[in-house]
């Protein structure tokens, strides 16, 4: 028997593994993840959110029969899609091909992501796009956020109010909407320790905040210190889970935390100090052309169960 040349070997190898990438970056999968924390209402007991991020107009199937499938197939109490619904070709009919399929028996909620719009707050303008066609569909823009009710009990959902100010700047955000947020937050404080979910496209890092932040919040909004903290659950996209991810490793690269990132802030569920932290590695991807794929880093969907312990 003659041995293989040691280049067919190789091309053999590689064949076998593009097969492979491409194969896994049109499946989708679901990242099932449980948060136990006592604080949460007895009443949201095994409830579930179902996270929806980073779609970078990417379809799976015709008009995303794939990704509605596997959405039909899961048992949930709410949905919050996380921001990056476009690639750069600036094209809404993917969105709108899940859109149209999308269950709506349970109450939807949205925020956008650094690829959609300047900032989070212009999900609220009636003009912008990602309003119109979302509403559409019934589901509503969360800011700056929402209380959940099950009888005598409730828990919060805010938005990351700071989100997008490294990239527009302070003074661009509408005096509005900070009033409307103000107002919000007056509700909010009023209640007796809530449960809090917080919910923002790109992470909020539960292990630092950044200096250009923690100004902002201090000399503009008059926040005290512990203000950025207010949470129990954080529910996040933007990172990709890295994208490229090798085993034992872990991720390679990650948008704003650069190589070798590890994965708090970046992938998965972590805990400091009594807040908890997940990052959905979402569906899309970035990228110039000869990178824009997935690697050992299956696109998917997050479906988070609360429990009391």
């Not at 923690?214 to 512990?226: F, G, P, Q």
């Not at 949470?231 to 994208?243: A, K, R, V």
């Amino acid at each position: 028997m003659k041995k293989l040349k040691p280049f067919w070997v190789i091309m053999t190898a590689l064949t076998l593994l593009i097969i492979g990438i491409i194969w896994d970056n049109n499946r989708v999968v679901v990242d099932k993840v449980t948060i136990v924390n006592h604080r949460l209402p007895a009443a949201f007991d095994h409830f579930n959110i179902l996270q929806i991020s980073d779609l970078k107009g990417k379809e799976f199937g015709k008009d995303q029969q794939k990704l509605i499938h596997l959405i039909k197939k899961q048992q949930y109490d709410l949905v919050v899609f996380t921001g990056d619904y476009i690639s750069e070709e600036e094209n809404l009919q993917p969105l709108e091909h899940l859109l149209q399929g999308m269950p709506q028996k349970k109450e939807m909620y949205y925020i956008l992501g650094d690829k959609d719009a300047d900032n989070s707050t212009a999900a609220l303008t009636k003009s912008n796009p990602f309003y119109k066609l979302f509403m559409k569909y019934g589901v509503k823009p969360l800011y700056p956020g929402q209380e959940l009710k099950k009888g005598d009990e409730s828990i919060w959902l805010k938005t990351n109010p700071y989100a997008g100010i490294n990239e527009v700047g302070a003074d661009k955000i509408p005096y509005h909407l900070i009033e409307a947020r103000k107002e919000f937050e007056l509700r909010y404080l009023q209640q007796n320790e809530p449960f809090t979910i917080e919910i923002s496209h790109r992470p909020t890092e539960i292990d630092k905040e950044s200096t250009t932040l923690h100004d902002y919040r201090i000399t503009s909004l008059k926040d005290t210190d512990k203000e950025w903290r207010h949470w129990d659950l954080s529910i996040n996209g933007h990172t990709h889970g890295g994208q490229f991810k090798l085993p034992i490793i872990g991720p390679l690269y990650a948008p704003n935390y650069g190589l070798f990132p590890g994965k708090v802030n970046v992938t998965g569920v972590h805990t400091v100090k009594n807040h908890t932290q997940y990052v959905n590695g979402g569906l899309g991807v970035t990228g110039p052309w000869f990178a824009s794929f997935r690697l050992f880093n299956t696109p998917s969907i997050g479906l988070i169960t609360l429990k009391t312990k």
